[in-house]
Nanobody
Framework: VQLQAWGGLVQAGGSLRLSCAAS????????MAWFRQAPGNEREFVAA????????DYADSVKGRFTISRDNAKNTMYLQMNRLKPEDTAVYFC?????????????????WGQGTLVTVSS
């Protein structure tokens, strides 16, 4: 499966929605997740969603500000990011695993997007 995501530039306190489009295999068979990597840091878990979209999980640092969702009819996953902070600046990656349940570790995912830069200016 191929994954492609789009990010952008936003001011602190603002909002941005990331999209990740999947192609190649049945999107609804994959649990999906977002990870991010800031300069000089390791890639970290942000959020995950199960195959139906009914179950989700978030990193503590984004809980209450970010919302992950998916539209299986459009083969697309989203990350709505509100109340953004400069420390949210990172390259964001979407990831997929061929299981119904999501995970929060990098090695649990089989497919990765190319990453998209999100810059939050102060």
């Amino acid at each position: 499966v191929q994954l492609q995501a789009w990010g952008g530039l936003v001011q602190a306190g603002g909002s941005l929605r990331l999209s990740c489009a999947a192609s190649g295999r049945t999107f609804s068979s994959f649990a999906m997740a977002w990870f991010r990597q800031a300069p000089g840091n390791e890639r970290e878990f942000v959020a995950a969603v199960g195959v139906s979209g009914g179950s989700t999980d978030y990193a503590d640092s984004v809980k209450g500000r970010f919302t992950i969702s998916r539209d299986n009819a459009k083969n697309t996953m989203y990350l709505q990011m509100n109340r953004l902070k400069p420390e949210d600046t990172a390259v964001y990656f979407c990831a997929a695993r061929l299981l119904k349940e999501y995970g929060s570790f990098l090695d649990e995912y089989d497919y990765w997007g190319q990453g998209t830069l999100v810059t939050v200016s102060s």
